[in-house]
């Protein structure tokens, strides 16, 4: 029997962590996870051990909380609402892009966002530089990883809105960030080539939305991951290719991976379950970059995650004002409400994924990536008692007059899903429960990552 009162104790549910799944109960003491009791332990018989609160969790998983590595907490959701909108999503702990801007130094908005995540976010975040003016912002790089910023963003794409890096400043930062041990995210698609294309069918006056994913094929993202992990392996960096949505990006990935390279693949639940059939359905509300492709680019996805090439999931949450044009409208849709429930029926209930594999790449995965395992990203004893009792037998429709977000849709309006989460927790104290944000306090923690053992 353990030596004093457990401050919380879920009871009959099946633990799902560290690619088990197990019965077991989990005792909580105050942030932290205290005990996890099998049945093979002496004390699983809990009606003898005492709790301040019990709950039930029978015929439901236990998941660790989910860890989104890729959120955009700037747009109409701010790091408050993002935080409220992931947390009934069953997310405990984000990773926010910090944009750095033309004309803005490094150092003072990483400062700046982690102020206010710290002031504002009822979850606990890290942080990537999302630079876009390398050539006068690389200076201050090495001096980032003293504030517990350890990985970068690039955008290969976007020319025409002077987001694109080329390849030069690329490579450069690449260089330095490599010789730090620490991580370069790059947004992979030819940026000349498809503003090209993009050019090309408005000249010839093509309706924008019907064109999108002609503007910007698959073989131009599947070529510049390509250039991107060539220049990561020649610089001796390592690589974290965001949202992969073509099936011609996973040779490139598997190529990596059959040589032991330093590359870390990337997906997001809507380039696993939508297509360009959304896009034409929905119009500018489901213009996002990549675009979302075919059913067959669908499955690959699946099939990476299934065989190790593909390993983690994120949102890629970047709610956005939307303009009836589509071709004026903006890229970024909603996406981390719905991000668990989502992969969860569409891989789990349709056998495209074990529930194991799913779980690491949405929690265990991206903490060990980014130095947070085994604090987060796990359920064990001393690790943070970040949880989530998510209900496999729950059937329910995502509208969005059920989400949480600002952006006022949701790209899987009325689909119905079965599996939802019933509880959130995060350090031992419960945020959601039974769909109702019963603890809205900003107890935000910013956690420094650390990518340095990506070299051993």
Not at 88 to 103: L, S
Not at 301 to 318: F, K, N, P, R, Y
Not at 426 to 434: P, T
Request: net charge negative.
């Amino acid at each position: 029997m353990p030596d004093k009162p457990f401050d919380i104790l879920i009871r009959n549910g099946v633990v799902v962590t560290d690619g088990k799944i197990v019965r077991a109960d989990v005792g909580i003491r105050g942030e932290k996870i205290a005990a996890v009791i099998t049945p093979e332990d002496a004390d699983f018989a809990q009606s003898i051990t005492p709790a301040t609160r019990r709950i039930d969790a029978a015929g439901k998983y236990i998941f660790p909380g989910i860890i989104d590595a890729h959120v955009h907490p700037i747009y109409l959701d701010d790091k408050y609402d993002t935080s409220v909108t992931a947390a009934f999503g069953g997310v405990t702990t984000m990773i926010h892009y910090a944009y750095v801007r033309p004309g803005q130094a490094l150092l003072p908005t990483l400062k700046a966002f982690i102020d206010d995540g710290s002031k504002n976010s009822v979850l606990d975040f890290g942080v990537h530089a999302g630079l876009f003016d390398v050539a006068n912002q690389i200076g201050d790089v090495s001096a980032a990883f003293g504030l517990g910023v350890t990985s970068f963003k690039v955008f290969m794409t976007y020319a025409k809105l002077k987001w694109m890096t080329d390849d030069y400043w690329m490579t450069a930062l690449m260089d330095v960030v490599g010789q730090a041990r620490g991580l370069v995210s790059v947004h992979c698609e030819n940026g000349l080539a498809t503003d090209y294309l993009e050019d090309k069918y408005n000249r010839a006056e093509l309706d924008s939305k019907k064109m999108f994913t002609a503007m910007r094929p698959a073989l131009l993202e599947a070529e510049a991951t390509n250039r991107a992990i060539s220049i990561a392996r020649v610089m001796d960096c390592a690589v974290y290719i965001v949202h992969n949505s073509a099936a011609e990006n996973l040779e490139p990935l598997r190529r990596a991976k059959q040589n032991g390279w330093r590359v870390i693949g990337e997906t997001c639940p809507h380039y696993l379950v939508l297509t360009d059939e959304t896009t034409q359905r929905l119009g500018s509300v489901a213009k996002i970059g990549p675009p979302l492709r075919s059913a067959h680019d669908n499955a690959a996805m699946w099939q990476g995650l299934a065989e190790g090439v593909i390993t983690t999931i994120g949102s890629d949450h970047a709610p956005k004002e939307k303009l009836p044009d589509f071709f004026e409208s903006q890229y970024g849709a909603p996406h981390i409400e719905t991000m668990l429930p989502v992969c969860y029926h569409y891989g789990v209930n349709m056998k495209r994924v074990s529930l194991a594999t799913l779980v690491a790449a949405m929690s265990e995965t991206p903490a060990r990536i980014f130095g947070l395992y085994p604090r987060k990203g796990t359920i064990q004893a001393d690790a943070d008692a970040d949880l989530v009792i998510f209900d496999p037998n729950r059937t329910w429709t995502i509208s969005r007059d059920n989400q949480h977000s600002k952006a006022g849709f949701t790209l899987y309006e009325g689909q119905t899903v079965k599996g939802g989460v019933d509880l959130t927790m995060q350090r031992g104290r419960v945020l959601v429960e039974n769909n109702t944000l019963v603890n809205p306090e900003r107890g935000a923690r910013f956690l420094a990552t650390d990518t340095s053992h990506l070299y051993k």
